[in-house]
């Protein structure tokens, strides 16, 4: 009779040979795993563990991130810790920077690797959580007999990504936990929960990074996608999140090469100075509450030249 782990690994080495990776994203993963990074999923490779040094550099080139979203992991342990799960937090490059645990169950998940300096790139563990949404960039829950290396299938993983400011992928989230009666709509709702969560840590890191912007979002989407553009006193757009990004088709430094709001979202805009001189005359009356005296001294105008302006208006 066959063990669990040659079942898996017949599984997986046959999803890979009959050519599955073109139709099941899982199938990608466990071929990327066998042929680019050259895994045996029946081995149990020597845990990849950075050193406490190297751990401490890998947390702090997260910068504001770490801090920002140890609230938000608080709260989601909160949610979740009572399935028996644990919340990671890892690095671009899968390091494990940050974790949530009842110590109850630290001492299995340790032996897991889901502790604090452990890697889980593809590269390193093949199909797993974190790993494969690095990746592939995007959310993905990797339930039990989905992970590609055997020793990993006790395991239900749900990882989001999570972008900075400037719209590249810094981080993951993950939920893990070896609980067995973990159904697949329980491990899709934690997997919604982790992605949300993911948007909000993102939000505000994309506040604290341009706090005297104002931020638009972005109208025609979901706002629980984030999609978010700051905009400076000029209108123009300086800042954008990554799913901003990704409607709008912007690219590169918006700080260095800002666009305009009224462009990007179709809106009209003021491109003739007596336009512009009338938007800047409006916003002074209702800042003012309509009072004549109170607009021209805020503007540095004489009362009978701003009567001239908004009567040649």
């Not at 009779?1 to 990776?21: C, D, F, K, Q, Y």
């Not at 990671?88 to 897991?112: I, K, M, T, W």
Request: charged share 20%; with cysteine; proline share 4%.
């Amino acid at each position: 009779m066959a063990t669990p782990v040659a079942e898996h690994v017949s599984r997986v080495e046959a999803a890979i040979t009959n050519g599955l990776a073109a139709r099941s994203p899982i199938a990608a993963s466990w071929a990327r795993s066998a042929q680019l990074h050259h895994l045996d999923p029946s081995s149990n490779p020597n845990e990849g563990r950075i050193t406490a040094h190297e751990l401490a550099l890998a947390r702090e080139r997260l910068g504001p991130l770490l801090p920002m979203a140890a609230p938000h992991l608080d709260r989601l342990f909160q949610m979740v810790g009572g399935l028996g799960a644990c919340i990671v937090l890892a690095d671009a490059q899968g390091v494990a920077v940050d974790r949530r645990g009842s110590p109850s169950n630290d001492r299995a998940f340790e032996e897991s690797g889901l502790w604090t300096g452990t890697v889980w790139s593809e590269a390193d563990v093949g199909t797993n959580g974190i790993g494969t949404c690095l990746a592939e960039g995007r959310a993905v829950t990797i339930h039990r007999d989905q992970h590609f290396l055997a020793r990993n299938i006790d395991l239900s993983c749900s990882s989001a990504p999570v972008h900075g400011p400037d719209g590249a992928l810094a981080a993951v989230i993950d939920v893990s936990t070896a609980r067995a009666d973990l159904g697949d709509a329980v491990a899709g709702l934690i997997g919604n929960t982790v992605a949300e969560v993911a948007r909000k840590v993102e939000t505000d890191l994309f506040h604290q990074h341009f706090p005297r912007a104002r931020v638009v979002v972005v109208p025609g989407l979901d706002r629980g996608q984030g999609a978010l553009l700051a905009v400076d006193v000029d209108d123009l757009v300086i800042g954008a999140t990554r799913a901003a990004r990704q409607h709008l088709g912007l690219s590169g430094d918006l700080a260095s090469a800002p666009k305009l709001l009224a462009d990007l979202l179709g809106l009209e805009g003021h491109d003739s100075l007596e336009r512009a001189e009338q938007a800047v005359l409006t916003r002074a009356l209702v800042r003012s509450s309509g009072n004549i005296s109170a607009a021209a001294r805020a503007l540095g105008l004489s009362r009978a030249t701003l009567h001239r302006k908004l009567d040649r208006s």
